[in-house]
């Protein structure tokens, strides 16, 4: 546990007992009830909290509203100034944050590596985006009058996060939040808690060299659901982004509304691959073993629907098995495994049950789904990748099971390919293989995937920063990362300027 002194991780911490409550100014234990976090690698304890309390929420929102004073008049490349620095924090640290996400997550080397990247690369899109944060200037319809409309800061916000992508989705959210002029609130998963403190500690190294930033703009809260729900209630935050389940975005969704607030919601998906007669198989091949097994089908992204043409679908699936055999289920941190532990035993129960339900409504399992013990740490879940043989309109099909299962199912027409696609209630990641134009261009044209991603020859996970990520449906309907999705953490304003010595009135109203 290195990786820990290296970060100044260790020194956020009372005894035994880490910080929940940090602002830059406050550091406190949490006052609530003592949780652990366990490592998914073999269950060793790594690390024990006291979940904060709506209460100590209470004091960090005024100085999360004081932060935003501040932030809001620093310049927004000053602020890209504090972004750009802290990226190069993150790089100076790449290997060591890598190692808090493959201990807490349990993700391979090369993942965890590319989640830390994840962050650089949102910096350096973040930092340009500082002097771009621009608005429109509008013809006005009177005399001697202009319009336009200008992005301000919205006020501090809250990033609730999953355990699966503990850094990448925090710094999507604050590198562009900052740029923006808001003060961040991080509240973490409860099992990825240290990820949390090591990006708090590399933000704050830099803040600390920038006087002029107000130390709160990157502060952190770990606790459980009822801290989440307190977030979700609290005034203080306009705008509440929050990642995870499909139950969790709901709730939130409901409270976040119920005081008028924004929230941008990151859910489950149910990603679905074509892969038509003319697909290269080949390509197609080593998309979905990356898709659909990779982070142990632990990615919001992850695919789970492979729906192939009638006569490629025997010799796919051979392949497909054959490539399963190969690969190295074992300890992330050990070079060449390719496949991690899944998060922990409830995710292992919940894999089986769904691999029970899929056989009781008719489903063929080929390969998979069973617990590896050999040559794994002991006290972890390490499965085999499953692909089951099924219906697409049996049930389980249609739900996320957060874990390596692929449901091969298959199609006559393309049009029926697109309805398969299409009628789970889902709508993140989507994907077609095929050398036909016009199956690539109807998959994204109006009526093809109705999917906030959909692909054409590359698998359903691994987006680039660049564009804007997030789905519709169940999903949540939310956009972050790139594209436009900056204004999320902007509001606008619209301003019309009588430059004139009338006062015409908008549609030609005569009031006098
Ligand atoms: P989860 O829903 O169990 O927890 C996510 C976060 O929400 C945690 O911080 C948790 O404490 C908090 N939370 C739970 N209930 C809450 C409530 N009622 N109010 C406020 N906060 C609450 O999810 P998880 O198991 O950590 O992550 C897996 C899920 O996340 C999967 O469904 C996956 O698809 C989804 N996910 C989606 C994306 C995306 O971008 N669409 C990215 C990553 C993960």
Redesign the pocket.
């Known amino acids: 546990l290195a990786c820990l002194d290296v970060l100044g991780i260790n020194t956020l911490k009372q005894g035994d007992t880490y910080f929940s409550v940090l602002t830059g100014n406050t550091t406190v234990l949490g006052e609530g009830s003592a949780f652990s976090a366990h490592s998914p690698i073999d269950g060793a304890k790594l690390s024990t909290f006291n979940n904060a309390t709506a209460a100590q929420l209470d004091k960090v929102n005024a100085e999360l509203k004081d932060a935003f004073k501040v932030l809001r008049t620093i310049p927004a490349p000053r602020r890209g100034e504090l972004v750009r620095r802290i990226g190069d924090e993150a790089r100076k640290y790449k290997n060591e944050l890598a190692q808090v996400i493959s201990l807490e997550a349990g993700k391979i080397t090369p993942e965890a590596l590319g989640e830390v990247q994840e962050w650089i690369d949102v910096c350096d899109f973040a930092v340009g985006q500082s002097r771009m944060l621009h608005g429109l200037s509008i013809v006005s319809e009177r005399p001697g009058h202009r319009m336009m409309e200008q992005w301000q800061p919205l006020g501090p916000v809250a990033v609730?996060?999953?355990?699966?992508?503990p850094m990448a989705?925090w710094a999507w959210n604050t590198m562009l939040g900052l740029v923006c002029g808001d003060p961040v609130l991080l509240?973490?998963?409860?099992?990825a808690p240290l990820c949390a403190l090591a990006m708090y500690q590399i933000a704050q190294n830099v803040i600390a060299d920038m006087p002029d930033i107000p130390k709160a703009a990157v502060s952190v809260m770990i606790?459980?659901?009822d801290?989440?729900?307190a977030?979700?209630a609290s005034e203080t935050f306009p705008l509440v982004s929050?990642?995870?389940?499909?139950?969790?975005?709901r709730?939130?969704a409901k409270?976040v509304a119920g005081r008028l607030g924004r929230s941008l919601?990151?859910?489950?998906?149910n990603n679905a691959m074509i892969v038509s007669k003319s697909a290269d198989l080949d390509l197609a091949l080593r998309a979905i073993v990356f898709s659909a097994a990779g982070t142990a089908g632990?990615?919001?992204?992850?695919l789970r629907r492979l729906i192939t043409h009638e006569s490629v679908v025997d010799g796919l699936v051979a392949s497909l098995a054959k490539s399963y055999g190969s690969l190295r289920v074992g300890n992330p941190l050990v070079d060449g495994n390719l496949v991690g532990p899944l998060?922990d035993e409830r995710s292992f129960d919940s894999m089986q049950a769904a691999l029970e339900t899929a056989k009781k409504q008719g489903g063929d399992v080929i390969c998979g789904g069973e617990r590896v013990t050999e040559n794994v740490p002991t006290g972890g879940f390490y499965v085999k990748p499953a692909i089951v043989h099924i219906a697409h309109d049996a049930p389980i099909v249609h739900e996320?099971t957060?874990a390596p299962i692929l449901y091969v199912l298959t199609y006559s027409t393309f049009e029926e390919a697109i309805e398969i696609q299409n009628e789970v209630p889902q709508g993140?990641s989507s994907a077609v293989f095929t050398e036909s134009m016009r199956e690539a261009e109807l998959f994204m044209a109006p009526a093809g995937s109705d999917c906030g991603i959909a692909n054409v020859n590359i698998g359903t996970s691994g987006a680039e920063i660049g564009g804007a990520?997030?789905?519709e449906k169940e999903?949540?309907g939310?956009r972050?990362s790139g594209s436009d999705a900056w204004r999320n953490y902007m509001r606008r304003t619209t301003n019309t300027v009588n430059y004139g010595g009338d006062l015409p009135l908008a549609q030609g109203i005569v009031f006098e």
């Open positions: 609730i996060t999953a355990f699966n992508f989705v509240k973490p998963s409860e099992k606790g459980d659901r801290l989440g729900e977030i979700a929050a990642t995870g389940s499909t139950v969790m975005g709730a939130v409270t919601l990151e859910l489950g998906g632990q990615r919001c992204t992850t998060i996320e957060f993140l990520f997030g789905g999903t949540g939310g972050e």
